[in-house]
């Protein structure tokens, strides 16, 4: 008898807030679910100057260029020599997210699904700011030169992505690249995993009175495959060339309430960012592939873009 198979993908939420508070840029989202925490931080000039530090890195890690580490403090606006990273984090809300796969093949073993389950894995966080820029009259001005994303299990360091915004030449559009990636564990089981990251900004502004709402963009900043086993650092711009390397990628610039009394700082705007892993399992890496090549929802369509680097469809 022929069984029909069934493939769903849930999301389950661990850690959830339905508001944020508004945060200026060096503030954080944080979030802790299951003993993992991730965070994401808006960074300006000071907020980078206390953020970004290479002292941390356990030694075994690979990769590690003091040269690169002074051109991303650079590009982020702080001083190039990192001085102590502050203790400690503010608890914000925000969100963390793990996606299981439900296989349902008539009375199908739940150990099957339970391994199929351990190989794909996706997690994020937000921030909600109202000064995404720091002025808009007579030009405007982007309130943060990076952003920074981090997950912890436990006391481990196990993910952390630092990420360049600035306006295109013409001011007409918001650029973004990735500037490092730091990696040392997957939460995807496998001795490789393919990474995905996107970042979506969605804006609350005022039009003639009326309250507007809109997802501004949902970009896929970064995607490659990672050997597991031990961490290591990957530099998106070359030291001698920091415009150069990684291609800037333009989205919309988030809408703005127009304010005509005075020129201050404005732009009320969450962004999230969301980490999708997906390892080399040895016979149903292809079969997941298709599953969540032929989903339209956001985090199948990026788990399906973490699963193109290990399977070699860059």
């Known amino acids: 008898m022929k069984r029909t198979l069934v493939v769903a993908l849930a999301v389950s939420v661990l850690a959830a807030c339905a508001t944020a508070p508004i945060e200026p840029p060096g503030s954080a989202g944080v979030v802790r679910a299951q003993g993992a925490t991730t965070r994401l931080v808006l960074l300006d000039g000071d907020a980078a100057g206390r953020e970004l530090t290479w002292s941390g890195y356990p030694q075994d890690t690979t990769g590690v260029d003091p040269a690169s580490e002074r051109a991303v403090r650079a590009l982020c606006g702080a001083d190039p020599e990192p001085v102590k990273a502050a203790a400690g984090v503010a608890e914000l809300a925000g969100l963390f997210l793990r996606p299981v796969v439900a296989l349902i093949v008539g009375t199908v073993d739940k ?167 997906a390892g080399n399992t040895p016979s149903h890496l292809k079969t997941f592939a298709a599953i969540f090549s032929d989903k339209q929802d956001d985090l199948s369509k990026l788990i399906a873009k973490a699963l193109e680097p290990v399977l070699g469809l860059q």
């Open 111 to 277: 150990a099957i699904q339970a391994e199929l389950d351990a190989y794909v894995a996706a997690y994020s966080a937000s921030t909600l700011t109202e000064r995404f820029y720091a002025a808009t009259d007579p030009e405007i001005v982007l309130g943060s030169t990076c952003f920074r994303f981090s997950r912890t299990d436990g006391a481990v360091t196990a993910l952390d992505l630092v990420g360049q915004l600035r306006l295109a030449e013409d001011g007409g559009a918001l650029m973004i690249r990735p500037l490092r990636l730091y990696f040392a564990e997957a939460k995807a089981r496998g001795d490789v995993v393919g990474l995905a990251v996107s970042l979506k900004a969605e804006a609350v502004w005022l039009d003639s009175a009326s309250r507007k709402t809109e997802k501004t963009f949902d970009v896929t900043v970064l995607k490659e495959a990672r050997r597991t086993g031990a961490p290591s650092v990957t530099y998106y711009v070359a030291p001698e060339a920091p415009q150069g390397e990684a291609a800037f990628i333009p989205v919309k610039l988030p809408p703005w309430t127009r304010r005509t009394a005075h020129t201050g700082a404005t732009g009320n705007v969450t962004l999230t960012l969301t980490v999708a892993e």
